[in-house]
């Protein structure tokens, strides 16, 4: 895709689905302008899935600066909070940020503000975990607080879990807490928003054809390597294609049928992310794929 016409001084965001082109027009800036490039990918912090998360490879890195990547342990919990810490300093720092990745709420907290929620006990998430595995997301979304169910992504089991997570610790919705957010680190009108916008037909078809190089590239070589230390409910695991793969190694599933899973899933959480930008991004730059 072009490189639209940027101010090299002011931070750029780039935000986009999955297999969208996003990093590559990152690095395409970042060697017309100079700058780093940052992440802002929720997979892609954590070390262990390189190849999986398609985090830079090391020739990219060793060509142009990156931040944020694989720098937090494969079995380490860490949330958009930590992410904000992190990014913080690269903000102020001697190189223009160029702030790319796929997770939508790391870039609404980065622009929008973040609410200073506590952090459920370790007993709460647990409870959680069982009955997701037991009674499926949908009971924990009838016992929601009207406000936060109205607001939050129903569609997805990570966010109905957190907010019950939030309402059953505190005694607050998820709501209500949000609406007490502080200012942003980096307001809006402070940066330069892009959101790459791709075709449904033309992006499964990229996201199959990458799985394809990612299994050549040693995904499932990656995956073989983190079997000994492989935790299911550990935020790495949400890793797309690592349940299945994962399975497959443990003799569950054929290699077949376990790729197969993995680009249903990987079109699923592009979908996902489409929506996501369109409703909670309106003010950014629409920017065509090719």
Known sequence: ???????????????????????????????????????????QVFDGWRVLTARPTPEEEAALPHALYGHVGFTASYSVGHWLRDLAPLLSGDLRPIIVGGTGLYFTALTEGLAEIPVPPPQIRARADRRIATEGAGALLAEIDAATAARIDRQNPVR??????????????????????PPPLLPLDAAQALVVEAGRDWLNARIDARFERMMAGGALDEARANLPRWTPT?????????????????????????????????????????????????????????
Do not use: C, H
């Open 160 to 181: 109905i879990q957190r907010a019950w997570e939030v309402l059953t610790a505190t005694g607050r919705g998820l709501a209500e807490w949000q609406d007490a957010t």
């Open 234 to 290: 550990a935020q790495s695991a949400r890793a797309i294609g690592a349940p299945e793969l994962i399975a497959y190694l443990r003799g569950e599933i054929t290699l077949d049928a376990a790729k197969a899973a993995a680009k249903i899933a990987s079109r699923q959480y592009a979908k996902r992310q489409r929506t996501w930008f369109r409703s909670r991004l309106k003010q950014w730059t629409r920017i065509a794929a090719d």
């Open 1 to 43: 895709m072009d490189i639209p016409k940027l101010d090299p001084t002011r931070p750029v965001l780039i935000a986009g689905p999955t297999a969208s082109g996003k990093s590559a027009l990152a690095m395409a800036i970042a060697r017309a302008q100079g700058g780093v490039i940052v992440n802002a990918d929720a997979l």
